[in-house]
């Protein structure tokens, strides 16, 4: 079982890395729930691949740094939609 969780987490952490892409979309590829794509990436993968660790921290400070952004864009389109009705 452990090994499983462990090549789970850096399966993750690659396509994190490699897309860029936020903890919620992973979650929706890999088909779990967002606390344990967090979990798996911010504490299990630590131990089990220290540079990817690194990496995926990285691209999520950075998609942390552009949350507000992406949520100002959602909430124009939405409000933006409502007018054009």
Not at 5 to 28: D, L, M
Not at 46 to 70: C, G, P, S, T, W
């Amino acid at each position: 079982m452990i090994g499983n969780v462990e090549s789970r987490c850096v399966e993750i952490g690659r396509y994190i890395v490699n897309t860029g892409s936020t903890v919620r979309q992973a979650s929706a590829i890999f088909g779990i729930s967002k606390s344990t794509v967090h979990i798996d990436v911010t504490k299990r993968l630590y131990y089990a691949d220290r540079q990817l660790f690194e990496d995926v921290r990285r691209v999520l400070e950075n998609n942390k740094a552009q949350r507000h952004i992406r949520g100002g864009n959602a909430t124009k389109e939405k409000y933006k939609a409502i007018k054009n009705k």
